[in-house]
């Protein structure tokens, strides 16, 4: 992994499905995934669902060829109590994947790591009362464009659970998002009123109408990748053969 003074760099890879899609090209990717995965993705009804999830371990495997120079037939991923994945053989490198509408993207770190991206859409604002906190409540209730904030606000938050690994047992009003500069955040805990510290939130723009934000611990905003590392469908599939 890329070093920026004592820590390493949190790096962020996109790669955004092929407009053409085709059975006998996600059938001919099936055998540098996993069995697991291999089921899931026979099970979709959807091309397209099944071609992110192809690409969400396709990526990650991309990504530790990268760093090991291990080829993906050769990487074995597996899940913590959770669900998180992980490697076993390479326990430094901690990684975590999202996808939505036309993109999969994965974030890389030596320490906790959590990304979420999503396609903003009308988000109801029902359910935003019962998972955000009211102070998040309030600011969308505030915004001219509700949906967006919403979905800045889920992705953000969405990312800080991916990070911790423990899945729904980390209630989402258990903490707010605070914005300290345009596209970076801390958070706060709710029951302390104060910082938790040791995560940074940082955003990234990829494509209109779609938020991805990134959380890292021991990473400050220095320690984040200035943009994310865009690959292709097609040279992601080479990479991996």
């Not at 091309?47 to 396709?58: C, I, P």
């Not at 530790?64 to 050769?74: E, F, P, T, V």
């Not at 209630?171 to 998002?177: A, C, E, I, K, Q």
Request: overall charge neutral; charged content about 25%; some cysteine.
């Amino acid at each position: 992994m890329k070093s920026r003074g004592a820590n390493r760099v949190v790096e962020v890879y996109i790669c955004q499905l092929p407009e053409e899609k085709s059975q006998s090209e996600l059938t001919s990717m099936l055998a540098y995934v996993s069995g697991e995965r291999q089921k899931r993705i026979m099970q979709f009804f959807h091309l397209a669902d099944a071609y992110r999830t192809l690409v969400g371990e396709l990526l990650i495997k991309h990504v530790l060829y990268k760093q090991s120079g291990k080829r993906a037939k050769d990487i074995t991923i597996e899940k913590n109590a959770y669900g998180k994945p992980y490697f076993p053989d390479y326990p430094s490198i901690q990684f975590n994947i999202s996808h939505s509408g036309d993109f999969v993207v994965c974030a890389v770190h030596d320490q906790q790591v959590g990304i979420d991206v999503e396609e903003v859409r009308v988000f109801d604002l029902c359910m935003a009362k019962q998972l955000f906190t009211e102070f998040e409540y309030w600011e969308i209730l505030a915004a001219e464009n509700k949906s967006l904030v919403c979905f800045d606000i889920w992705t953000m938050k969405e990312s800080y659970v991916k990070a911790l690994g423990k899945g729904l047992a980390i209630p989402l009003d258990s903490f707010r998002v605070k914005k300290i500069k345009m596209d970076q955040a801390v958070i706060i805990d709710m029951d302390r009123n104060e910082e938790i510290k040791g995560f940074m939130l940082k955003q990234f723009t990829i494509a209109k109408d779609y938020k991805l934000a990134v959380c890292a611990h021991g990473a400050s905003e220095y320690n984040f990748c200035k943009y994310p590392d865009q690959i292709s469908f097609h040279h992601l599939c080479n990479d991996v053969m």
